[in-house]
């Protein structure tokens, strides 16, 4: 055998033919600002706790961005998970990210800003009690001015992302819903969503919960069995969207639990992209 075909044979299986999936990270403005203050720099590592990848103390937002080989001019932008004291950032996050962008939909995994944590959030949160919910209402408006200044990043830059200024919106779970919905409440024109995810949102650290007079098409899902007690807010959210005659999708699990996010669990939760998926398509976002 040719020498030449021996070596691009060793070639193509060192390192197999994929779709390329370009990814980059880009740096988001500071516009609301509490004082909050970090002592401990970002980290990501695996909880033992949670047992998944997270990403604490965040003091500066990001997005990566994950790129589809063949955009079809949706985009969006998706709120990891974590109490706002750490990112679920695989499960609720960059695996969601790959799966839109197989679809043609180009992603961006947002990291918005978090409570400032020791060495590891993820066990702080476990011990703080009842001062989670004081400490994330506190830090929540910047981390959805976050949100917001993701979505006008999108749209000011749609061309550079061959994604439409119509097609941008947004998703997200648990605590990462609740942004979700933040900026779904205080939106303005430069950064509306087109359409929202929230998915087992933790509406209760929101205060201000009012449908927009032109709200934006909701897709939203929870657990029945939701140990932290979120299932009938996600009822409300699409009873509220209904009563306003605004455009909905709800999906209630009788079993799942809470953060599952893309795992397996052998339960028909695991399939819940696929359901996200049909409804992008119905609503034309994935023409």
């Known amino acids: 055998m040719n020498i030449v075909y021996k070596l691009l044979i060793l070639i193509a299986c060192t390192f197999p033919i ?17 004082g909050t203050k970090w002592s401990n720099p970002e980290k990501q590592f695996y909880s033992k706790v949670w047992e998944t990848e997270v990403v604490t103390n965040v003091s500066k937002p990001t ?5 589809p080989v063949t955009p079809n001019g949706t985009a969006v932008v998706i709120c990891p998970g974590g109490g706002l004291y750490a990112h679920s950032i695989n499960s609720e996050g960059i695996d969601v ?28 949160i476990m011990n703080e009690g009842a001062e ?33 200024k119509d097609k941008i919106g947004i998703m997200g779970f648990s605590a ?17 969503p087109n359409f929202i995810g929230p998915v087992y949102a933790w509406m209760n650290v929101l205060t201000h919960q009012e449908v927009p007079v032109d709200a934006p098409p909701m897709f939203s899902l929870c657990a029945t069995d939701d140990p932290l007690g979120l299932a009938p807010a996600s009822v409300k959210l699409y009873q509220q969207w209904i009563d306003a005659g605004k455009p909905a999708e709800l999906h209630m699990y ?34």
């Open 97 to 124: 990210a790959k799966w839109l962008a197989k679809k043609g939909v180009t992603a961006f995994v947002l990291k918005y800003r978090l409570v400032p944590t020791g060495e590891d959030g993820t066990a702080d």
């Open 176 to 192: 990462g819903g609740a942004v979700t919905m933040g900026a779904t409440y205080t939106y303005g024109p430069k950064n509306k």
């Open 18 to 34: 994929a779709p390329v999936i370009s990814q980059e990270i880009i740096q988001l403005p500071i516009t609301v600002d509490n």
């Open 132 to 164: 989670v919910e004081i400490r994330a209402k506190k830090i929540l408006p910047s981390a959805v001015s976050d949100a917001l200044n993701a979505i006008q990043h999108v749209r000011d830059n749609a061309a550079k992302y061959s994604v439409a």
């Open 63 to 67: 997005m990566s961005v994950y790129r």
């Open 254 to 287: 009788a079993k799942g639990g809470h953060g599952f996010g893309m795992r397996t669990q052998n339960l028909p939760t695991d399939n819940w992209i696929e359901r996200f998926g049909d409804w992008l398509g119905v609503q034309g976002f994935l023409d």
